[in-house]
């Protein structure tokens, strides 16, 4: 028998424990403090002496313990997991179908419509779709959307355990007979004690197998049938990559062949941060005509048929040619994986290989636009402005050039040079304004029926032979005694000028040739001489108010 002794050298026995007697403090010491918010204990509170009694104390406990009950057991005990943890996204699958009656065909009774079945384990729901098949004509889809299906009047819903292959559904109404499952759902009912019985084949549908028969040599059409065309190309596309050769630049668009009604889409290919209008589709989806049949075939008809219009084909478009479409020209230089697909099955002799061509950085130059020519309306500055923005801007003016030669005009007296005898008395006067360089011309009254009025409105007038780009203008210098001002094709013959005009051009007589002032002086002095001077009363400008010759 072993006895403990404390420090005094006493056995730790009831009746021979002692108060020590040099003890001084008697508070009873903070042993827990907070950290974290948490309640722990402060080892270095616990006396040296305490600490050891303490564990030798339990040390002595513990042995005496598994000697007496053995060693305690210790093995580890599994975490609890819920039912919805374990069974979260497992789902059973199963196929079947259904039989429909078919009311409005006298050929088909009834048809086999394939669905399939989803059991969610985690809540014991199901829901069923039908799986959707191009062209059918039906609504396919989700037929009944996720809910706990009721098994019968009493209450009670369908269970895991009630599903198996080779039996029927019964859900609101509609039988569905289950074939098949899948692999996991086969395991997890084998794993559950549940015998799965044998798969069965899925019924065809009578309506869908008389479709695929070929029909009979009898009632095949000569040309493409229409409805087989639409049931087995719906959906196919083939996409060729072109360039067009614009007036602008060189542009590269997709080329769409449509292969369910052959028609053609021509699109443009938009790059991120161009600078280009955003203007995707080039052409609209159409039947694009290659060539006229018929000989002396009207341009313009209501209708057209095969008959008379041959239309593109997909034997038309080979990579590295250049295809005319609607008289645009597109060179065809790559296609994606189908299209190449397609024309190793169905065009065998046709060879699709790209064509290599440089960077659009390398293709697309820049080219000096061309401006078409003057049509007559407004002025040249106008027309041109609408050439080269969208939205046209006002030409600019000089406005102190218009400030300072305000009111400022040369008048000049002309007549009409034209092949016609009866415009031989016909009158003008020619008037320049010298704040914006522009011509009027009005016409004086005569006895031969002609009226008088405004010939031309304030505009400017170019000279023959100036392009649209850059136009050359009348100027004073060109204002010659027996000079020939054409304007807008009428030729006028210069005969005489006001005294202003000599004095202008005096003033300014660096800017103007010597012949034209030497031509204006003789003819003032001639007028001076025979005492018919040009006064301001026979070159005064008609009012305003007179109607303009036409």
């Known amino acids: 028998m072993t006895y403990n002794f404390n420090n005094h050298g006493i056995p730790f026995l009831p009746g021979y424990s002692f108060r020590d007697v040099s003890k001084s403090a008697f508070h009873r010491s903070q042993t827990l403090g907070y950290k974290n918010g948490y309640a722990l204990p402060h080892r270095a509170s616990v006396r040296p002496a305490q600490d050891s009694l303490l564990s030798e104390y339990h040390l002595t406990h513990q042995d005496i313990t598994d000697l007496t009950y053995g060693p305690a057991d210790q093995k580890l005990h599994k975490a609890f997991i819920p039912a919805h943890v374990t069974l979260d996204k497992k789902v059973l699958r199963y196929y079947a179908y259904f039989v429909e009656d078919v009311l409005d065909s006298p050929e088909v009774g009834q048809c086999v419509r394939p669905v399939v079945i989803y059991y969610y384990l985690v809540d014991d729901s199901m829901c069923i779709f039908e799986p959707r098949v191009q062209n059918s004509g039906t609504q396919q889809g989700k037929r009944i959307k996720r809910q706990r299906f009721p098994k019968n009047d009493r209450g009670e819903y369908y269970k895991w355990k009630d599903l198996n292959l080779r039996m029927d559904l019964d859900v609101y109404g509609v039988k569905y007979h289950i074939t098949q499952c899948d692999a996991f759902t086969k395991e997890f009912m084998e794993s559950e004690g549940i015998l799965v019985n044998d798969p069965e084949p899925m019924p065809v549908d009578s309506h869908s197998k008389d479709h695929q028969k070929p029909q009979p040599p009898y009632s095949t059409p000569s040309k493409l049938d229409k409805l087989y065309q639409f049931l087995n190309m719906d959906g196919k596309v083939l996409r060729f990559f072109a360039l067009f050769d614009d007036a602008d630049e060189t542009r590269f668009v997709k080329i769409h062949y449509y292969l369910v009604d052959d028609t053609v889409e021509i699109t443009n290919v938009q790059e991120p941060g161009s600078s280009d209008d955003p203007f995707p589709v080039l052409l609209h989806r159409l039947k694009i005509p290659k060539q006229i049949k018929k000989e002396n075939f009207p341009i313009c008809v209501m209708e057209v048929s095969d008959e008379e219009v041959e239309y593109y084909s997909p034997k038309d478009f080979q990579l590295g040619q250049t295809i005319n479409l609607l008289g645009r020209s597109f060179t065809l230089y790559q296609c994606d994986g189908f299209t190449r697909e397609y024309y190793q099955k169905n065009h065998p002799d046709m060879e699709m290989k790209s064509v290599e061509i440089p960077k ?102 170019p000279k023959p032979g100036s392009t649209v780009e850059n136009p050359e ?48 002086r003789q003819k003032l002095d001639e007028g001076t001489a025979n005492k018919q001077p040009a006064d301001q009363t026979d070159l005064a400008e008609p009012s305003h108010d007179e109607k303009p010759v036409l």
Not at 396 to 423: C, F, G, M, T, W
Not at 482 to 501: C, K, M, N, P
């Open 473 to 520: 203008y009348y100027s004073p210098a060109d204002f010659a005694i027996g000079a020939i001002v054409e304007v807008f094709s009428h030729r006028f013959v210069l005969t005489d000028a006001d005294r202003y005009v000599l004095t202008y051009l005096e003033s300014v007589w660096d800017q103007i040739p010597s012949q034209t002032l030497d031509s204006i």
């Open 360 to 461: 659009k950085s390398d293709v697309v130059q820049d080219r000096k636009k061309e401006v078409p020519p003057y049509n007559g309306f407004g002025s040249l500055e106008d027309s041109l402005q609408n050439c080269l923005f969208l939205n046209p801007k006002p030409p600019k003016i000089n406005p102190l050039k218009k400030l300072e030669k305000q009111n400022q005009v040369l008048r000049y007296s002309a007549r009409l040079e034209s092949p016609h005898p009866e415009d031989e008395s016909r009158r003008f006067i020619l008037s320049y304004y010298l704040s914006d360089d522009m011509i009027s011309i009005f016409e004086k009254s005569s006895s031969l029926c002609f009226f008088g009025g405004k010939f031309l409105k304030k505009t400017r007038v």
